[in-house]
C-alpha cells in the first residue's frame, strides 16, 4: 500500500507543477499592459539600438530579463526605471521582455525569469542572477564588480 500512496504523490505534484506551468503560459496572463517599465517607452522600443550605443562607448549593461506577467518582474519595474534614471550614461539598466527580444535572451541563455545579466564594458557577462533583486541588492551588485564607484 506503501508504494502506492508512493506513486499517487508524485502524480499529484506533476499534475500541480504542469498545471501550474499551463496557467502561466496562457494568452490572458501575457498582456502588453502589465508590461515593466522602463522598457516601454512610446509603445515597446528594441534593446539593440540603446545596447549598441552603451557598447560603443565602453560602458556597461545590467540587463533585466523577464515578461509582464511575471509577479518578481512587477515587483522589481519600479527599481529598475529608478536606476534606469538614475544611472543613465554610466550604466545601461535595461528591462527586456522574453517575447520581443528572444534573439538577446538566446544570447544571454535565458533560463529563469527573472534573470539580472551584468555585463562589462568589454561586452563580457561577469555576473548573472536568476529571481528578485530588490533596488540594493542590484546596487551592491554593480559596485562589487566595479560598475560603479
Known amino acids: 500500500m506503501s508504494f502506492f500512496k508512493t506513486n499517487l504523490f508524485a502524480l499529484a505534484v506533476a499534475l500541480m507543477f504542469f498545471l501550474g506551468v499551463v496557467a502561466c503560459e496562457t494568452p490572458a496572463a501575457k498582456s502588453d499592459a502589465t508590461t515593466p517599465a522602463p522598457a516601454k517607452k512610446e509603445g515597446y522600443q528594441s534593446a539593440a539600438p540603446e545596447i549598441a550605443e ?5 560602458l556597461p549593461l545590467l540587463l533585466d530579463f523577464g515578461m509582464g506577467y511575471c509577479i518578481p518582474c512587477k515587483k522589481m519595474a519600479p527599481d529598475l526605471a529608478q536606476l534606469h534614471g538614475e544611472l543613465a550614461g554610466k550604466v545601461l539598466v535595461r528591462f527586456n521582455d522574453l517575447r520581443r527580444e528572444k534573439e538577446l535572451a538566446q ?3 535565458i533560463r529563469v525569469m527573472p534573470t539580472q545579466v551584468y555585463v562589462d564594458s568589454g561586452g563580457k557577462e561577469v555576473y548573472r542572477h536568476e529571481g528578485y533583486a530588490s533596488k540594493a541588492d542590484m546596487l551592491a551588485k554593480l559596485k562589487e564588480v566595479r560598475f560603479l564607484p
Open 54 to 58: 552603451y557598447v560603443a562607448k565602453g
Open 107 to 109: 544570447k544571454y541563455r
